[in-house]
Structure formats: structure tokens, C-alpha cells
Nanobody, 129 residues
Framework: QVQLVESGGGLVQAGGSLRLSCAAS???????????MGWFRQAPGKEREFVAA????????LYADSVKGRFTISRDNTKNTVSLQMNSLKPEDTAVYYC???????????????????WGQGTQVTVSS
């Protein structure tokens, strides 16, 4: 089983920055080079939506249009972590952010929820105007 734990959420003013991290662990995650990782978010009253994804081995990233140029997804293979650097935050970025993983490594990485097998518990990001 794979465990994903997000951290780094909080309250920030519009225009500010936050950095989310997702720590991955578990016996089946030992071959993380074969995994793709994604970030999704769910705002109150809305469906969960894709934010960004990265292929674990060799990089390869993909972003939702709404965050392109403001958010950056990255990974640290030595620490089994994936991060989401969020700059120029807007009130509409307010949501619970979820980390997800799937044992597939191809480009482009998956962007649909059903393509991911493992999910974290989520971390709240609130952007005030």
C-alpha cells in the first residue's frame, strides 16, 4: 500500500505564495521511478479538479490552464516527496489540495481522477482578498 501525506497548507493573502509538500511511503512505493504524481483541488461546492502532474522518472510536467505560469510541481526522488510551489495566489485558488499517485510513468502524466490509485487526506489552502 502507498501512503501519501500532504503538508504546507494555510491562510495567505492574495498575491502571496505557499508551498505544498506530499510525502510518499509504503512498501509498494519502493519503485517510485515508475510512478506519476498529481495534485488536485476541491473548492466548496465544486467538483475536484486537476491542478498539476509530474512523471516521477525523467520529469515531464503538466498544468491546468488556471494555474499555468503561477504554480510549479517538482519532485525530490531522494526524499520521496512531491511539491507544489504556488505563487501569485488568488482567492479562487482557495480549496482543499490533494496529492495523488499512480504506478504509471508516461508522458503526458494522467490528469483524470480515476487514473490515480492512491490519495492523500488533503490540506486546506485559503487565499484572502
Amino acid at each position: 500500500q502507498v501512503q501519501l501525506v500532504e503538508s504546507g497548507g494555510g491562510l495567505v493573502q492574495a498575491g502571496g505564495s505557499l508551498r505544498l509538500s506530499c510525502a510518499a511511503s509504503g512498501r509498494t512505493f519502493s519503485t517510485f521511478s515508475s510512478y506519476s504524481m498529481g495534485w488536485f483541488r476541491q473548492a466548496p461546492g465544486k467538483e475536484r479538479e486537476f491542478v498539476a502532474a509530474i512523471r516521477w522518472s525523467g520529469g515531464g510536467t503538466l498544468y491546468a490552464d488556471s494555474v499555468k505560469g503561477r504554480f510549479t510541481i517538482s519532485r525530490d526522488n531522494t526524499k520521496n516527496t512531491v511539491s507544489l510551489q504556488m505563487n501569485s495566489l488568488k482567492p479562487e485558488d482557495t480549496a482543499v489540495y490533494y496529492c495523488a499517485a499512480v504506478a504509471k510513468s508516461y508522458y503526458p502524466p494522467p490528469t483524470q481522477q480515476y487514473e490515480y490509485d492512491h490519495w492523500g487526506q488533503g490540506t486546506q489552502v485559503t487565499v484572502s482578498s
